[in-house]
């Protein structure tokens, strides 16, 4: 009980203190990739300082909602990512949501972050906006999708369970290396990376997560760019937890332990990086509109992969 | 039982007081008054009886030697609970929102009627008694959304209203005579004693998916609802959405599940193919749709397909032998239809109180109420949350319920059955991620932004009447997110009495988690994610204000440098749902837009034209009108015939008639 309270609050700590790292790394690698310097790693924690100590300009119609939106986000955000299994299974509150629920609550972010950029009524917003939501509207099924295939595998949709079935009697399946490659698409596209939406432009024509943020400014912008990176770390986590479950701790273990496992995770997440860094560096981004091709593709694989396993359970 | 015969005669009553009370400026307030105190009431003494064992009552009325029977069981209760709940909520609402009403006359008599026409439904205990109320309840729904009957829109959705209604009634006899068989045993009791033949019982449910789906509003006998549900007055449009679309699904299920014996698995096929197609088009349909009202109404839709999907799936576990799963199934859909009716009533009474201060229902005439309506806009986002299915609230505990029995359904027997359900978990998947997408684009393009008139510049808040009845409503959807055990344990008579099975009771279980099947397979505790979410933020607050920063300046928006666009520069209703447009409606809706850009040098404007297409009508009731049109004409010949040529009509018609009744008989 109270190991798993500490676990719970370490791992709350934890996320929270990696995240910004993640994006530097993510943004060195790629830097490094195409052969230039690159901002240093802990960039991402300056700005955030930076960020904090800076005044909020709000714009003269803005309303409470949008001054309220950007913690709402965070916190949402927060919680989804504390509640993966990073180093152990089995924390104190892993059962408060299954996959089904904290996916929901990304939802739940993602229709605060559309809101709030509708609130000042610019067309930035606008645009932002509509693309988001046309992104989620296949994503977000993909996903549960996704979700489907790993459950009727793993029988639960609690992903300590989940973490702990993989880890003990995972094998290779066809229908969960469908559920993989659909898992990353929809990945990249929750988290705006190439080939979906490009992070570091503010151009118009590309633009979807960025536009949605334009409006704001300082602490605000500060938790919204650490939403943004919590969700890349809670989709790397999610990733490692199911199809990677290596050096999680699924039982009692000593400080040793619990080292090594640690470890385990910062490797998963650093390769992890590593990967996403060479895969934004050789593909382009894609016009908007192929983008729900992609996204259909994932769907698809989701659903067959879970067909496969509806099928081949009753025989 | 005496209770709730008591409040339908009380309701009647109020109906024949108004007739004589109209005119005077104190009728509305009195009347609202009582109705919302007898509907209270009714509704108490409804969740009191839920637990308890079913009563009977016959009175004698109808059919001489009928009587009319009436029967309170689990089912009734449960559904008794929502219609009189939404009446209640919906009668506060108008004790501000009527004061609106230009002509009281034709809303006040058939107000109360209505809702006790949908109480006596749900109580009826015989076919007779059944179709009456059922009947009855169309008309006096029909007279309510006649009230504005000025408006040339108006005169269309009553038409086309009565059209369907009079199609599901019929219908729906006969789905009943089929039940009741030679014999014709009308009382419900005499059904449940004989289970039809599986021919006849496809042929049943047919007419029962038509009759009880044509008022619900399943694809494709969806049209009249979005026409008529908006042009009644709100509190109506409320109680028609959130509340009559479930006496409909109450008749599906009580035909379904009780009158016609145990079902064949491929009784689930029409619930859940029908199902699916209605969610997911239901919310295309609001995606394409810039009326506010046209578009809660084409949300009502898609809920009725989830709830639908659900019903199926519950029928598919029931004829498998998986009574844990079937309970599973059923909880989730009488728990989605509660749902339902708090947040579509909270959308409704906004989206009366918007047209009130504005006069506009056009979502492309509204824009920046958030700042001149603050309460009722956050209540309208607290029940837009909950229609978009997202947590905590309950919209999301009950669309989670489904989806965890469509997990369960790999134990199915029938490999059909098992191919289909997935596929239908992806159309619900779509469905709620559209449907969120949907409720961004109405909350914002409602209440966010700059105002695209001058009316929504000008608007004010709404009335303490309507305000209170939209926050009960969306305390009661956060309230029933963060404790869905509590309504899924009050819920079980339901399922066991249906299906002979119920779900792990919730009560026990630690922490106010609630566990659908067992702890390791899934868990979803609102409370603690809710609580976590609300403690992180007030936490970055109050670190952030504390060491950081807390100074805020006001200085025009940025918008990427661009100076000061005007108003008509934000995005609209229309343009919100572009991408959404070219993705999924080029097929559906056969969406398309032209532009026509001038020469350069030309001083016209240039003309953007957008081209939707709605399947339903040209595709089946266009052709159908015509077709009927047709007949019409070559029938017409009839009418000229010598009085011989009658006289045998006659006589091949009773032979016909006869031959019928001899080989049936």
Known sequence: MMSALAAQFAQMALVLALAPALTGLTRKMKARLQRRIGPPIIQPYRDLRRLFGKDVVLADNSSWLFRAAPYLIFAATWVAAALVPTFRTGLQFSWAGDLIAIVALLGAARFLQAVAALDTGTSFGGIGASRELMIASLAEPAMIMVVFTVALVAGSTQLSTIAAFMADRGGLRVSLAMALFALVIVALAENSRIPVD????????????EAMVLEYSGRHLAMIQLATSLRLLFYISVIACIFCPFGLITGA??????????????????????????????????????????????????????????????? | ??????????????????????????????????????????????????????????????????????????????????????????????????????????????????????????????????????????????????????????????????????????????????????????????????????????????????????????????????????????????????????????????????LMGDPGWWWSLPALLLGGATAVLGVLYALMETDLKRVLAYSTIENVGIIFIAIGLALAFKAGGMAGAAALAVTAAVFHAFNHMLFKSALFFGAGTVIVATGEQDMEGLGGLIRRMPVSSAAFLA??????ALPPFNGFASEWLIFQSILVSPELPQMGLKLLVPAIGVLLALAAALAAACFVRAFGATYLGRARTAAAAQAHEADRWSLAAMIICATLCLLAGLFPGVVIDWLQPVPT???AGHMPPQAGIPWLSIVPVSASRSSYNGLLLFSF??????????????????????????????????????????????????????????????????????????????????????????????????TATLLNHIQFLTIRRYLSLVFIALVVLLVVLALWG
């Open chain 2, 1 to 258: 039982m005496q209770i709730v015969l008591a409040g339908v005669a009380g309701l009647l009553g109020l109906s024949v007081l108004a007739l004589v009370l109209f005119r005077r400026r104190a009728a509305a307030p009195i009347l609202y008054g009582a109705c919302l105190a007898i509907c209270l009431g009714l509704s108490a003494s409804a969740a009191l009886s839920l637990s308890q064992a079913a009563s009977e009552a016959v009175l004698p009325l109808g059919l001489p030697w009928l009587g009319a029977h009436f029967r309170l069981d689990a089912l009734a209760a449960a559904f008794l609970v929502i219609i009189n709940f939404g009446a209640a909520s919906a009668s506060l609402y108008a004790l501000g929102y009527g004061r609106h009403e230009a002509e009281p006359a034709r809303v006040l008599p058939f107000y109360p009627a209505f809702i006790a026409a949908m109480n006596l439904v749900v109580i009826a205990d015989d076919a007779y008694g059944f179709l009456f109320s059922w009947e009855f309840m169309s008309l006096t729904s029909w007279a309510l959304v006649m009230a504005r009957h000025r408006v040339a829109k108006t005169a269309v959705a009553g038409f086309v209203y009565l059209i369907m209604a009079s199609f599901g009634t019929l219908a729906l006899l006969f789905a009943f005579g089929l039940l009741a068989g030679p014999q014709g045993g009308y009382a419900f009791a005499a059904m449940r004693a004989h289970p039809l033949s599986p021919g006849l019982a496809g042929l049943a449910l047919v007419l029962a998916v038509v009759g009880a789906g044509s008022k619900a509003g399943l694809v494709p006998l969806h049209v009249w609802l979005p026409l008529a549900h908006p042009a009644a007055p709100s509190h109506v449009s409320a109680l028609m959405s959130g509340v009559m679309t479930k006496v409909a699904i109450y008749a599906f299920i009580r035909i379904s599940f009780d």
């Open chain 1, 198 to 209: 490009n992070p570091s432009t503010h151009l118009e024509v590309t633009m979807v997560h």
């Open chain 2, 533 to 630: 979410v609300a403690a992180a933020a007030c936490l970055a607050v109050a670190v952030l204000h504390r060491f950081a920063s807390r100074i805020v300046r006001r200085a025009p928006f940025w918008d990427c440098g661009y100076p000061n666009l005007g108003v008509l520069a934000q995005y609209s209703a229309t343009s919100l749902a572009q991408p959404i447009r070219r993705v999924f409606a080029d097929i559906t809706f056969a969406a398309h837009e032209q532009v026509d850009m001038p020469a350069p040098g030309d001083t016209r404007a240039a003309v953007l034209t957008r081209y939707l297409r709605d399947p339903a009508w040209d595709f089946i009731y266009r052709p159908l009108a015509r077709a009927l049109g047709a």
């Open chain 2, 497 to 499: 009495a249906l299906v």
């Open chain 2, 383 to 388: 029940a837009a949350m909950a229609a978009s």
């Open chain 1, 253 to 315: 273990s000593g400080w040793l332990g619990y080292g090594v496992a640690l470890a385990a995770y910062l490797l998963k997440v650093i390769v992890a990086s590593l990967l996403l860094a060479t895969l934004e560096t050789a593909i382009a981004k894609m016009r908007v509109f192929r983008v729900p091709n992609l996204l259909g593709i994932a769907l698809m694989l989701g659903l067959l992969g879970t067909l496969l396993l509806f099928v081949s359970r009753g025989m």
